[in-house]
């Protein structure tokens, strides 16, 4: 069977391709467990204000995250107070790392491409 005949017969998954609040999602657990409102001000951070999830986006993403296998929720309670017992954590699998990376040459592949048609310049890549 070629290749393009296994990947034609594969079912279409909900996250290919990956949508930019998952990819920042991930990106968020790239180095630590943290919660729905951990994520939220993480991704913030890292798109320097450019993206800011609410909580239907950033709660739907966590669940087709969880669904495809590429974070886990994680117990991190360390002070047993009402408001520690209620947040979930999530942390990246290792599927998640991979499907991360992937997506990050994906969008490293475009910028080579949007630079070499003189669309973008700088040391983007």
Avoid: C
């Amino acid at each position: 069977m070629l290749r393009s005949e296994v990947v034609n017969w594969m079912p279409k998954r909900r996250l290919d391709p990956l949508p930019s609040a998952a990819f920042q999602i991930l990106l968020s657990l790239a180095e630590e467990s943290l919660h729905g409102y951990g994520i939220m001000r993480q991704v913030e951070q890292q798109t320097n204000g450019r993206m800011r999830l609410g909580p239907g986006t950033l709660y739907s993403s966590i669940e087709a995250l969880l669904e495809n296998g590429l974070i886990e929720e994680v117990d991190r309670r360390s002070a047993p107070n009402e408001a520690e017992e209620r947040r979930r954590y999530y942390r990246l699998t290792s599927v998640g790392r991979k499907v991360a990376r992937s997506e990050a040459e994906r969008l490293a592949d475009l910028l080579r491409v949007a630079r070499a048609k003189n669309i973008l310049r700088g040391d983007y890549v």
